[in-house]
């Protein structure tokens, strides 16, 4: 059993009934009042589009869908505000997800050292991170990342995020930052989560804490 099984059954364990009722209502409102912004405006976000092409995240009562459901009470329990997708470029591309957290890594770090500082471990910005691959990228991974960005604006957000790839000689088109708007967002990213009922492992979610070994 991986770290990232233990942390999310150690979770579970301690999350009252009364608690998970409070995150449905939070969902709740949450969707009503992103469909009243769509009534209002027409987003083009990348977020908003990759929603718009899911009819839905309705879950059943299988395992599979269960296990999702935790899944994502665990993270919306983190309550994010900002959706990252990081797509690194050809020569960085790979089908490893070893050699692909590696890269992640690199910038990730290069990314919280702009934003916080030389001593970021001491004041880490904890966030979810999920690998993603198939057939349009060429079975090689890219990276989703949820998170609570606390006292840090958008700009000052997206500023570190240049300063890390211009560090790393990236297009600043590696990372696209959007604040989030439903929580709906992380179904989407728990889509391609091969979840195995013998293993009950979840390689392709990245705490930082581990990515860093924090």
Known sequence: MNRTTQKLLQ?????SQQQMHRRRQLVTEHRRNNHARKQQYASKSLMSDKLKSKKAYHLGNSKYDITRRKLYNWIAS????????????????????DKSKD?????????????I?????????????FAEKGPKDGYTYHFHILFNAGKYSTATLRRA??????????SHKTCYLEKIETYEIIYYCLKDIKISNRSGSYDTIILSSDLFDL
């Open 161 to 170: 995020l240049n300063n890390a790839c211009s560090q790393l000689f990236l």
């Open 11 to 15: 979770h579970i364990r301690h999350n």
């Open 117 to 129: 500082g030389s001593r970021w471990t001491k004041s880490h910005l904890p966030f979810f991170a």
């Open 78 to 97: 983190s309550k994010p505000t900002h959706f990252l997708t990081v797509q690194f470029p050809m020569n960085m591309k790979s089908s490893s997800l």
């Open 103 to 115: 890269n992640l890594r690199r910038l990730m770090a290069r990314f919280e050292q702009s934003l």
